[in-house]
């Protein structure tokens, strides 16, 4: 059975860093990309960084500069580096694997609150 833990949030001041780490257990193969997405209250869901299969990434505009995904395959891991931090990153981060076939697997959610 696959399971998917975050770790890594928590309470920051604008300016400040958190590092998220996604810890897949079980098998997930023919995986298309892994990333983190986020929901704040009152806005929809939305993808802040996304690593493709090949190795290949994709920001939100609003993170490009600040937040930088990767990976670690031997620990079937993903990390969300998080500089510069601003109150707007407010929000729960999601980690998630796509498959190819079109098979979704997330996390439970890390909570991330910025202030000023």
């Known amino acids: 059975q696959v399971q998917l833990v975050e770790s890594g949030g928590g309470l920051e001041q604008a300016g400040g860093s958190l590092r998220l780490s996604c810890v897949a257990s079980?098998?997930?193969?023919?995986?298309?990309?892994r990333g983190w997405y986020r929901q704040a209250p009152g806005k929809q869901r939305e993808s802040v960084a996304v690593i493709i299969s090949s190795g290949g990434t994709n920001y939100a505009d609003s993170v490009k500069g600040r937040f930088t995904i990767s990976r670690d395959n031997a620990k079937n891991t993903v990390y969300l580096q998080m500089n510069g931090l601003k109150p707007e990153d407010t929000a729960v981060y999601f980690c998630?694997?796509?498959?190819?076939?079109?098979?979704?697997?997330w996390g439970q959610g890390t909570q991330v609150t910025v202030s000023n």
């Open positions: 079980g098998s997930i193969r023919n995986i298309k990309s």
């Open positions: 998630a694997w796509i498959s190819w076939s079109g098979s979704n697997y």
